[in-house]
């Protein structure tokens, strides 16, 4: 089955063609014919494309919304020239979306349909930043490809339903749960769900023998514990900004600050939470940038004093998470790390397992150093009690498997 996999932002949208069946998932044999991502949507598009062999296109675009962009997507996809040997439109069998929030209602990823839609937009309320432009995409796909060619949505939110209810209710007044599913949801559940799985593949446990801290650590990040295949605690809550400190998000605050930094600075209340999501975490305590790899450079080549400040408070927030989900647990047999800081900086692993040694984690500096660009394994020195791995993860290949499942009938994995 030949599946596009789409993931819609305000501006963006992200992509990838994946060739997979139940015979290539059971041998992890799926063929991913190219990726990429669309940027700039509302004018000259910036368009990057990552083809089957390694090579890399550029181009731009005048696409002026997000149908255009998927018109365009769906052309060059086909296009014989494209490499991917699909020649028509007919030959895309299937779409997969990524869905920010599904709220209470969906559990697992599901076959769009009128009430599929119904459901998504009920839940804009609970993630107005995304999931309009997920249903932007779904809707331009639907216009591209026709009514016949189905189109699932995997929801980040699904991976956590199996909370339990003491660890995703507030401690606020009960009925405000009741009456407006106030409570903690958790996102990316995609990614945390991809890396427990290939946890396991890699090292041969068996789900029921499994217990991990997973640090998902990008622009976004968080954390999660999972035993037995299942999160039973995550850092993100009600939205994406509470948790970890992030690129720019603030990650854990004192609500009451909210109202604090409004009258100080004579701002409103949704000012102020634009300013805790856009311009906090990494980049607000810095000043510089959220990016870090500037900060790693800013910190070790010019000791700037607040790169520095940053990255330790960066640092600490993750390893204060990992001892409170090795408790939750009761131990655990690993802390993996993944997105683009957790796999591509030796040194951030570093400083956040630098004192966990009382866990019996102890880390193997070489292992650590060799583990960038995708590559996969343990870092931990060996003899560790608790092992440091890096698994790099694969929403969009995760998502393309569950677009095959829905669409075949498969029953999804438990």
């Known amino acids: 089955m030949n599946i596009l996999v789409l993931n819609a932002g305000s501006a963006t949208v992200k992509f990838q063609v994946v060739v997979t069946d139940a015979d290539r998932i059971a041998g992890d044999q799926d063929v991913k014919l190219l990726r990429g991502q669309i940027e700039r949507i509302g004018g000259e598009a910036v368009i990057t494309i990552r083809n089957l062999d390694g090579s890399t296109r550029r181009t731009t675009a005048a696409l002026r919304d997000m149908r255009a962009a998927v018109d365009w997507l769906v052309g060059y996809v086909t296009d014989p020239e494209s490499g991917t040997g699909l020649t028509s439109r007919g030959d895309i069998h299937a779409v997969g979306h990524r869905v920010v929030h599904g709220g209470e209602q969906f559990r697992s990823s599901v076959r769009v349909d009128d009430a599929v839609l119904r459901g998504i937009e009920e839940n804009v309320e ?13 809707e331009a796909t639907q ?12 929801f980040d939110t699904a991976f956590h339903h199996t909370l339990p209810e003491h660890a995703y209710l507030y401690a606020i007044p009960y009925p405000l749960y009741r009456r407006h599913k106030i409570r903690r949801y958790g996102f990316h559940g995609t990614s945390h769900r991809s890396i427990a799985y290939r946890f396991r593949k890699i090292t041969g446990r068996a789900r029921s023998d499994v217990r ?5 650590l990008g622009n976004g990040c968080s954390a999660c514990a999972i035993r037995d295949g299942v999160s039973i605690d995550t850092s993100m809550g009600f939205t994406p900004l509470e948790g970890l400190v992030m690129g720019t998000r603030a990650g854990d605050i004192d609500t009451a600050l909210l109202d604090y930094i409004a009258a100080k600075e004579g701002l409103s209340m949704s000012q102020v939470e634009s300013m805790l999501n856009s311009q906090s975490g990494l980049l607000g305590i810095s000043g510089l940038t959220n990016d870090m790899r500037d900060l790693l450079a800013e910190a070790n080549e010019l000791q700037d004093r607040r790169a520095r400040l940053a990255i330790d408070i960066f640092c600490y927030r ?38 966990l040694e009382w866990t019996g984690l102890r880390v193997d500096t070489e292992a650590n150093a060799a583990l960038v660009g995708g590559r996969e394994g343990r870092f931990s020195a060996d003899g560790s009690s608790l092992e440091a791995w890096v698994v790099p993860t694969d929403e969009e290949l995760l998502i393309a498997r569950d677009t095959y499942r829905v669409v075949s009938g498969t029953a999804l994995p438990g």
């Open 126 to 138: 609970l993630a107005p930043l995304h999931n309009p432009h997920n249903l932007r995409g779904i």
């Open 143 to 154: 216009r591209a490809l026709g009514a016949g060619v189905p189109q699932v949505a995997v």
């Open 212 to 216: 991990i801290v997973t640090l998902h």
């Open 318 to 355: 993750a390893r204060k998470y990992v001892g409170a989900y090795l408790a939750a647990l009761g131990g655990a047999d690993a802390v993996v790390f993944a997105g683009g800081v957790g796999e591509n900086s030796a040194e951030i692993r570093a400083r956040i397992c630098d004192g």
